[in-house]
């Protein structure tokens, strides 16, 4: 069963707004990244490429939290604390694709840096949401 997001909040996790992910560095200081994302009802999707510290730290330390804020209205915010539930190579590159389309409108990532294409391993983190904050 998945958590509600409130009717008034769901604007925060289908527009591309540009969302700050937490994780946990190895001594538990906390790291705060801005993330692209994607909403699918059920999971927020992350792409990032192996080896970063969110990476490393989304593997060895799962619990995590995402806060998406309005940017017309910076005291209006959604806070979702949840736990990765998957991770995945498949697709990350077709989906790394699709989120640069929908927040630069370039469906082509990479451009014409071959070598980071060529090198980069992208990943799919899909994070479960356990706790729904919102604030207006």
Known sequence: ??????????????????VTLVTLM????PQAN???FEWDGEYIWINTARGRAK????????????????PDDPYRYLEVRGVVAEVTEKGAFDHINHLSERYTGNPDF??????????????IYKIRPTKISYHD
């Open 26 to 29: 190895p001594d538990y200081q």
């Open 55 to 70: 990476d490393k730290n989304m593997t060895a330390r799962p619990k995590v939290t995402v806060l998406s804020t309005d």
């Open 34 to 36: 801005p993330v692209w």
């Open 1 to 18: 069963m998945s958590i509600q997001v409130p009717e008034a909040a769901k604007d925060l996790l289908e527009r591309p707004i540009v």
């Open 110 to 123: 990479f451009g014409s840096d071959h070598k980071r294409r060529a090198t980069e391993v992208r990943v």
